[in-house]
């Protein structure tokens, strides 16, 4: 059981905007910043999203991530067929000191 | 640019103890920009960070993990290592070795490849 929820799954066509939540609790999201990952299948995991909404270089801006309270999102639109991967997030939990991940999100391009 | 390499055992015995070597190239494990870390995924199965140090030695470990673990650092061959003692089938497990920029993003922004490790008799 993870620290934090993803839903398993999220599908969409090409063309669409998908959300994918994560949902924590005050020692985690509620306050520290959060970090989202996509992880291609068979590869390793790479930074998409830091501090809430920022993006690395090179990450395309149909990325983009948003946080409320204990809760967390990342948005992609204009969906590719390239974006079919797991999606994680993660942050700081001042309980468990310690980095905690999101079960991750599957993405389907239909 | 900034490479991290994993190298290690592919296969493991029950109880035995795994150990892992992450090798950074391309720029220096000193740095006092970032802290150095582990990450694990069991097949088909979520990330779950294993601990992270700073090149210092200052070490920080998960706590379902702490009394197994131990992270290491040299900085003379810009390596660190990890090592996993009483290790169960629970432990097989893709492990990445990553960097995180605590000034930065504070995140984990270069991974390594990944090596994947069996346990196994």
């Known amino acids: 059981q993870s620290v934090l929820t993803q839903p398993p799954s999220a599908s969409g066509t090409p063309g669409q905007r998908v959300t994918i939540s994560c949902s924590g609790s005050?020692?985690?999201?509620?306050?520290?910043?959060v970090n989202w990952y996509q992880q291609l299948p068979g590869t390793a995991p790479k930074l998409l999203i830091y501090s809430n909404n920022q993006r690395p270089s090179g990450v395309p801006d149909r990325f983009s991530g948003s946080k409320s309270g204990t809760s967390a999102s990342l948005a992609i639109s204009g969906l590719q067929s390239e974006d079919e991967a797991d999606y994680y997030c993660?942050?700081?939990?001042?309980?468990?000191?310690?980095?905690?991940f999101g079960g991750g999100t599957k993405l389907t391009v239909l | 640019q900034l490479q991290l390499q994993e190298s290690g055992p592919g296969l493991v015995k029950p109880s035995e103890t795994l150990s892992l070597t992450c090798t950074v190239s391309?720029?220096?494990?000193?740095?006092?920009?970032?802290?150095w870390g582990w990450i694990r995924q069991p097949p088909g199965k979520g990330l779950e960070w294993i601990g992270s140090i700073y090149y210092s030695g200052s070490t920080y470990y998960n706590s379902s993990l702490k009394s197994r673990v131990t992270i290491s650092v040299d900085t003379s061959k810009n390596q660190f290592s990890l090592k996993l003692s009483s290790v169960t089938a629970a432990d097989t497990a893709v492990y990445y070795c990553?960097?995180?920029?605590?000034?930065?993003?504070?995140?984990?922004?270069?991974w390594g490849q990944g090596t994947m490790v069996t346990v196994s008799s």
């Open positions: 391309g720029g220096s494990i000193s740095s006092s920009s970032y802290y």
């Open positions: 990553a960097r995180r920029a605590a000034a930065e993003s504070d995140a984990f922004d270069i």
């Open positions: 993660a942050t700081w939990d001042d309980s468990l000191n310690g980095w905690v």
């Open positions: 005050s020692s985690n999201i509620g306050s520290n910043t």
